[in-house]
């Protein structure tokens, strides 16, 4: 089992940068593929990004994809996702995810484990 708590959001400019965390506690945490999704108001829970379990691969959502960039530490039990070039439509609550599948996975059914959101507002 797996406990996920989200941290780094706030409000930033279009243009600006932020750094979200993601703490894990569990032991198998180096185990699960770990997911990056948001949702807006109103709108569905997407997909943002995704990292294999030592960090190899990863996939990014086209609408965030050389903006934004995955990475993990195992030995710190943490995901991050850094956002570069913020713009309006990334204001959302992000949710950080853990999923058992054995590859990554971009379905938001694939992951079983979820923090409980950190909001980013990015104002024009």
């Known amino acids: 089992q797996v406990q996920l708590v989200e941290s780094g959001g706030g409000l930033v400019q279009a243009g600006g940068s932020l750094r979200l965390s993601c703490a894990a506690s569990g032991r198998t945490f180096s185990s699960y593929i770990m997911g990056w999704f948001r949702q807006a108001p109103g709108k569905e829970r997407e997909f943002v990004a995704t990292?294999?379990?030592?960090?190899?691969?990863?996939l990014y959502a086209d609408s965030v994809k050389g903006r934004f960039t995955i990475s993990r530490d195992n030995a710190k039990n943490t995901v991050y996702l850094q956002m570069n070039n913020l713009k309006p439509e990334d204001t959302a609550v992000y949710y950080c995810?853990?999923?058992?599948?054995?590859?990554?996975?971009?379905?938001?059914?694939?992951?079983?484990?979820w923090g409980q959101g950190t909001q980013v507002t990015v104002s024009s």
């Open positions: 990292i294999s379990w030592r960090g190899g691969r990863q």
């Open positions: 995810a853990a999923s058992e599948a054995s590859s990554i996975v971009v379905g938001k059914g694939n992951y079983l484990h």
